[in-house]
């Protein structure tokens, strides 16, 4: 089963699913924007990586505007070539509207993750022989002011209906990709990752999310995240 297989699975199985109140509008990036995902997962996520690396979530100026994991468009666009056609998701919140290739706002942790993939290995070619990139969970929360609500915020029986779709995708996806490391971007994706994926052979570790909202990610990202890489054993 290759990766497209898993995420048309995943994407069918979180459809089904219903989220009550303070979460008012729900996207799944893997319905309409569903091309360049394919794009990315058919270009990029083939054979076997030594490294995949677990976010948590689509930002609403990343994956959200182009179903790339930490989608900065100018990199999705230009750095990696991706394209594709967008639509709109159904009940789109006016304040986060789908822009797709056209969104102008900088999805801050994108451009910190790809920025340093750039620097360190040059070609988008280049970095992906090594590593893969993927979110946990496919859906961007939204509550009624507009504001993010990340999965782990969601009510108990949301996470658990969401998490039975979620955990089958991501140990799909890691047996397929027979990574050596498996690591979360931030602590929640770690935690997801090493739970999900217990009995691989593999090193699953963690590194600092890129968020402005992280002090210590504001003071530098790239080299202490390639520090805690390198802590892994992870070579470069």
């Known amino acids: 089963m290759s990766l497209v297989d898993i995420d048309r699975a995943l994407a069918a199985a979180v459809d ?12 799944n990036p893997l319905d309409y924007a569903w091309a360049p995902h394919e794009n990315y997962l058919r270009r990029f996520g083939v054979g076997t990586k030594e490294v995949v690396l677990i976010g948590m979530n689509p930002g609403p100026w990343g994956m959200a505007q182009n179903g790339v994991p930490f989608g900065e468009v100018a990199y ?21 509207p789908i822009l797709g290739f056209g969104c102008a706002r900088s999805e801050v942790s994108g451009a910190r993750l790809w920025g340093w993939a750039e ?18 969970c496919p859906l961007v929360f939204l509550e009624t002011t507009g504001r993010n609500r990340t999965p782990d915020k969601l009510a108990k029986a949301e996470r658990v209906a969401l998490g039975e779709a979620c ?11 027979s990574p ?32 402005p909202a992280s002090p210590k990610a504001n003071r530098g990202w790239a080299p202490q995240a ?9 070579r470069f």
Not at 16 to 27: E, I, K, Q, S, W
Not at 119 to 136: C, I, P, Q, S
Not at 167 to 177: N, Q, S, T
């Open 180 to 211: 050596r490391f498996v690591v979360g971007v931030g602590a929640y994706a770690a935690k997801q990752a090493a739970r999900v994926c217990d009995g691989i052979d593999a090193t699953f570790g963690q590194v600092l999310h890129p968020s």
């Open 226 to 234: 390639e520090a805690e890489l390198e802590a892994l054993g992870i």
């Open 16 to 27: 089904g699913l219903d989220f009550a109140p303070p979460v008012t509008h729900v996207y």
């Open 167 to 177: 955990d089958a995708a991501l140990r799909a996806a890691v047996e397929y990709l």
């Open 119 to 136: 620097a360190r290995f040059g070609t988008a070619d280049t970095f992906f022989e090594r590593f893969f990139v993927l979110n946990y």
């Open 76 to 96: 999705v666009r230009d750095w990696m070539g991706i394209q594709g056609d967008i639509g709109k998701p159904e009940g789109e919140h006016p304040k986060r």
